[in-house]
């Protein structure tokens, strides 16, 4: 089965294939922190750079941001990644750029970039919450725990974290109640009916399969095992796991193809 885009929806993919959006604001910066210690364990000003073994760490201690050998920027809960920047390229480092975009890169090279360039003096401040933000003064402009548009290939969704449309109005959010939810306008319109399984997350499986996993075990899945997948909340609401050149695997209204 074929799915029909419409114009705004096309558009909305062609601008995602570049992975440039503006992220939208969650709400006010929290405080920043007391103390110069404080400062420099959880933000990264306008400037600086963590190189590989460099990190930053949330002011209750919980959370730390790495930049590892690897090339790899994750935010980690304990010894548990919950968001990464997926760059394996050894040697890169992560700049907070004085132009207000954070990017992973080495050399002339950029891996990762939060497309947040044009906020001259934008810093990065990992949260209580895990959450990475880039901030320019108090309004957010970009958080690791939000997507634009798509799940890459090999990404996971962990509790709270979500993928928003290109025109903001559509979010597809993993509840910590367990279940995957799209909301329009704050309002449910689809889920994965797998509420009751506390923590659970959603993984765009390097297989193709997109997966809601509690504890290790799979309770619910597009059954879409196909190379080099990514899953579209598309400006029209519907949520379409594609294969790399635009075939349609399964969507929210039609279940597998």
């Known amino acids: 089965m074929k799915i029909k885009l419409t114009a705004l929806a096309a558009a909305a993919l062609a601008a995602t294939a570049a992975t440039a959006a503006t992220v939208p604001a969650f709400a006010a910066a929290p405080a920043q922190p007391r103390t110069e210690a404080a400062a420099a364990r959880s933000v990264l000003k306008s400037g600086q750079t963590l190189k590989a073994g460099q990190s930053l760490r949330s002011a209750n201690g919980r959370y730390k941001l790495v930049m590892q050998s690897d090339g790899n920027l994750v935010v980690y809960r304990g010894s548990s990644s919950i968001w990464s920047s997926h760059t394996w390229v050894k040697g890169s480092s992560a700049t907070m750029r004085t132009d207000g ?13 939060s497309h947040t360039a044009g906020h001259k003096g934008a810093y990065l401040y990992l949260q209580n919450d895990g959450n990475a933000v880039v901030y320019k003064s108090r309004t957010a402009l970009w958080s690791s725990y939000q997507w634009i548009s798509t799940l890459s290939n090999g990404v996971t969704l962990y509790p709270y974290q979500k993928v928003v449309s290109q025109n903001r109005l559509w979010q597809l959010r993993q509840e910590p109640s367990g279940d995957l939810a799209l909301y329009y306008n704050g309002k449910l319109r689809w889920h994965t009916g797998t509420a009751g399984h506390k923590n659970a997350a959603t993984t765009m499986q390097t297989d193709g399969n997109l997966v809601v996993r ?8 597009t059954h879409t095992w196909h190379k080099n997948t990514w899953l579209a909340v598309q400006n029209d609401g519907n949520i379409v796991v594609y294969t790399g050149h635009m075939q349609a695997l399964w969507d929210r209204y039609h279940g597998h193809h």
Do not use: E, M, N, P
């Not at 890169?105 to 990762?112: E, I, L, N, P, T």
């Open 101 to 113: 975009d954070l990017v992973v890169g080495k050399g002339s090279h950029r891996y990762f970039s």
């Open 214 to 221: 509690a504890g290790g075990k799979a309770i619910w899945s």
